[in-house]
């Protein structure tokens, strides 16, 4: 199995250890992340901006699994695209994605330097913004009572 493919399968894999640390362990310093399709309006995040994001996420999912459907390869450009499905329990409810998972690497194939990754737009489109109204509600019922006297 080669460096990248290898390298592909342990990140996907560090999303089921649900560790922002494990998450970030396999990014080069300069990798960016980009949700796809572009429809979903997803800002390209750098590291710092994609663990920003990330870690916010954690709390609100437990049981998180990512079970990998197929790895296509392609040595000459040292791109590796993986198809996966996810499913874990939120605090809004069941949770479930598909994605389509492209990784760059760096020259030795130990690093990501480029994600792309392209999630289940109408899933994505339902349950994001209800979980961003779980959050705004949680926001708000920690600065009630924070009011002047």
């Given at each position: 199995?080669?460096?990248?493919?290898?390298?592909?399968?342990?990140?996907?894999?560090?999303?089921?250890?649900?560790?922002?640390?494990?998450?970030?362990?396999?990014?080069?310093?300069?990798?960016?992340?980009?949700?796809?399709?572009?429809?979903?309006?997803?800002?390209?995040?750098?590291?710092?901006?994609?663990?920003?994001?990330?870690?916010?996420?954690?709390?609100?999912?437990?049981?998180?699994?990512?079970?990998?459907?197929?790895?296509?390869?392609?040595?000459?450009?040292?791109k590796?695209?993986?198809?996966?499905?996810?499913?874990?329990?939120?605090?809004?409810?069941?949770?479930?994605?598909?994605?389509?998972l492209?990784?760059?690497?760096?020259?030795?194939?130990d690093?990501?330097?480029?994600?792309?990754?392209?999630?289940?737009?109408?899933?994505?489109?339902?349950?994001?913004?209800?979980?961003?109204?779980?959050?705004?509600?949680?926001?708000?019922?920690?600065?009630?009572?924070?009011?002047?006297?």
């Amino acid at each position: 199995m080669s460096q990248r493919r290898q390298t592909a399968l342990a990140a996907i894999d560090s999303y089921n250890q649900w560790s922002i640390s494990a998450i970030m362990a396999f990014r080069d310093p300069s990798c960016t992340h980009e949700i796809l399709p572009k429809s979903l309006n997803q800002p390209l995040m750098d590291n710092k901006k994609y663990e920003a994001y990330f870690s916010s996420m954690i709390p609100a999912f437990k049981s998180f699994k990512v079970v990998v459907q197929d790895v296509f390869e392609d040595e000459k450009e040292n791109k590796v695209v993986v198809w996966a499905e996810s499913t874990a329990d939120s605090v809004i409810g069941p949770y479930a994605n598909e994605y389509m998972l492209a990784f760059y690497f760096n020259e030795a194939g130990d690093k990501v330097v480029r994600m792309l990754e392209f999630v289940d737009s109408k899933n994505s489109a339902v349950f994001f913004p209800k979980l961003k109204g779980w959050f705004e509600e949680r926001a708000a019922e920690g600065s009630a009572g924070k009011g002047t006297a």
